[in-house]
């Protein structure tokens, strides 16, 4: 099972910025479609935003015009650049990703990160 490490959380005031950073393995084949998805204290998963590998992007509503996605194929990483944080943006950030390990691989897998804390204090 392949784990993605996501880096670049901490604790800022509400209105600065954070980015954040995720990694797949240098040895994976490929990678498809990129994805931030949060979890909020006592809520449930949502998704944030996904970047396709050809940059196409797409994003919640809440965070539109406040968040950037974007990717590194060369270095199988993607970043989330938040900008104009809120309380609210508050949660853990988890990286996910669909990847093919190898050229032999005969499907997809889904892959997950661990998660980065992002705290926005009012």
């Known amino acids: 099972q392949v784990q993605l490490v996501e880096s670049g959380g901490g604790l800022v005031e509400a209105g600065g910025s954070l980015r954040l950073s995720c990694a797949a393995p240098s040895s994976i084949f490929s990678i498809d479609n990129m994805s931030w998805y949060r979890q909020g204290p006592g809520a449930q998963r949502e998704l944030v935003a996904t970047i396709t590998r050809r940059g196409a992007t797409s994003y919640a509503d809440s965070v539109k015009g406040r968040f950037t996605i974007s990717r590194d194929n060369d270095r199988n990483m993607a970043f989330l650049q938040m900008s104009s944080l809120s309380p609210e943006d508050t949660a853990i950030y988890f990286c996910?990703?669909?990847?093919?390990?190898?050229?032999?691989?005969?499907?997809?897998?889904?892959?997950w990160g661990q998660g980065t804390q992002v705290t926005v204090s009012s």
């Open positions: 996910n990703a669909d990847l093919w390990p190898s050229s032999f691989s005969p499907v997809s897998e889904n892959a």
